[in-house]
């Protein structure tokens, strides 16, 4: 345990120093080594029997990795929901004028794995009690939220909220916010599966990797193989 509060303020120290950016930024990629392509990308067809979840955990990097790595999973989307304005650009959600989150959107099997499962997961992925805000990403579009579908998935997150709010895992209160869904935009084309296609990004091993790995400890029994 102390080695591991060593090893989280080295890096915090690091961040510090170093001045990396948050979620999303390009700083320590020289652009003209990489063309990165900023169209929005393409959302999956339904498949029969499949269903679709909307949550936002903070930074879509990690909450997409941790999603998409779960049993029953087909795919999970990095994108932005519960704002004003339709098809929004990366940059315009990061002014924090537009009302969206980065958010993720999930296709599963239903009877592979639950509703139910995937809420504990998405707690499980990352802080709740933290508003506006996850670690070094700060703002209103980095907040947490659930976005239901019908009155029984509003009824089942806010029975995950309670569940987590009485489990004795936080200091403080569950702040998700629970919200009809009405949206989803598909972020850009760059920001799709970026956890796995950039390992050697500063912000990822500093701050998305030990959120990653906590959440695959977490859900282990539910992390494909």
Known sequence: MIRKL???LAGWLVVCTLGVVGCGKQ???????TVIDINPAKL???KPGEAVATLA???????QEEMQSLKGVRKAVSGY????????TYEQVGTDQTGHAEAVQIYYDPKVISYDILLNAFFAGHDATQLNRQGPDIGKHYRSAAFYRSPSEKARIEAAIQRENTSGHHQGKVVTQVVPFAAFYPAEVYHQDYYRTNPYNMYLQLVSKPKV???RERMEKWVKE
């Open 6 to 8: 060593v090893l989280f």
């Open 213 to 215: 790995e906590t959440f």
């Open 57 to 63: 955990g903070g930074c879509f990097w990690a909450v």
């Open 44 to 46: 999956p067809t339904l």
């Open 27 to 33: 700083s320590d990629t020289p652009k003209t080594e």
């Open 81 to 88: 929901a519960g704002g004003d304005l339709e098809y929004p």
